[in-house]
């Protein structure tokens, strides 16, 4: 334990959040529950897994899948099997299985 330490405090782990309109994702420390804020457009952001990878920027039809996913109530944790690719997948994905329990953000 160094005197140094301060800003590490394990109690304070950074989440990733993400906006989706504005295409970026960003680390906060988790705030609850007071949701994370946008950066650029201020808008409540919604928290992911840290597993997620946000696309490039200009990359328009994985923030779209992306935006769905979520609108869908998926947040990027373990499922069985993998994420879809594409758009088209993410669809397919959507229609057939429901969300992992979102409410396993308590630890
Ligand atoms: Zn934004």
Redesign the pocket.
Known sequence: MGGNSLRLDPGVSKMTYV?A??R?SFKHPRVAPHPAA?P??A?E?VLVSHKFKPPRRDNLRQWKKVALLLRAGFRFESVDGCYPRTLMDAREFIATRSPPSIQRAKQ
């Open positions: 906006c309109p504005c970026r946008c650029d457009c808008v952001a």
